[in-house]
C-alpha cells in the first residue's frame, strides 16, 4: 500500500514525515520534527515528540507518547499504555529541556502493555519487555525482561518464542548461540 491514512482528528504538524502506507488513527498528534517511517500504525491517542524517529513498520498501539530523545528502529512493537521517560530527575519549576536523554529500540525489540522505560538506554534488538515491566538500564539482544525493576528471564527467538536450554526457536526452528553472553543468530538456519 502506497498510500497513508490519517484520521480526520489526528493532528499532524507541517514538517513532520510520514513514510508511504503509515496509518494515523483518532486522536494522534505528530509534531513537526517527528519521522515516522512506512508501514507504520499509530493507534488512537499516541504523541510523538519533536525530533523522534520511528522506523519502518513500528506498531504504536493506544495511548502512548513518544517523548524527544526516542529513537525506534525498524520494526519495533510499543504495547497499549507503554512509557517512556526523557529526563532522569523532572522538576515542575525546573526546565530540564535541555537535558533530555536518547532512548535507543533497536530493530525488532517489543515493549509490552503499561512497561515502563527509563530514558538514556538501550533496548537490544529483538528483545521482549512484559507487561509492566520497569526498565532501568541497557537491555541485551533477544533478552525477555520482566518485573520491577526489570529483569532478565531467558532468551527469546526473533518470532517472539522463549527458547529453551537448545537455543533453537520452536516455531521457526531459527538456532542461537550464545557468545560473551551475548544470544546471536547462528549462521546455521
Known amino acids: 500500500m502506497d498510500k497513508k491514512y490519517i484520521h480526520d482528528t489526528a493532528i499532524v504538524e507541517s514538517g513532520a514525515t510520514i513514510g508511504k502506507g503509515t496509518k494515523i488513527w483518532h486522536f494522534s498528534h505528530i509534531m513537526e520534527t517527528a519521522k515516522v517511517g512506512s508501514n507504520c500504525v499509530l ?41 517512556f521517560t526523557n529526563v532522569i530527575n523532572p522538576r515542575s519549576r525546573i526546565n530540564r529541556k535541555n537535558e533530555f536523554k536518547r532512548t535507543l529500540v533497536k530493530r525488532g525489540a517489543t515493549i509490552g502493555a503499561n512497561a515502563t522505560i527509563l530514558c538514556g538506554i538501550i533496548l537490544g534488538e529483538y528483545c521482549f519487555i512484559g507487561a509492566g515491566a520497569v526498565v532501568t538500564k541497557d537491555i541485551k539482544p533477544y533478552a525477555l525482561i520482566t518485573g520491577v525493576p ?10 517472539g518464542f522463549v527458547l529453551g536450554d537448545d537455543l533453537v526457536c520452536p516455531e521457526t526452528g531459527e538456532k542461537y548461540i550464545l557468545e560473551g553472553g551475548l544470544l546471536k543468530l547462528s549462521g546455521n538456519v
Open 150 to 159: 526489570g529483569i532478565q528471564q531467558g532468551w527469546i527467538s526473533r518470532a
Open 43 to 83: 493507534g488512537q491517542n499516541v504523541f510523538v515528540g519533536n525530533r523522534v524517529v520511528l522506523g519502518n513498520n513500528v506498531k504504536v498501539q493506544n495511548n502512548v507518547s513518544v517523548y524527544e530523545g526516542v529513537v525506534c528502529e525498524d520494526d519495533v512493537f510499543l504495547g497499549p499504555s507503554m512509557v
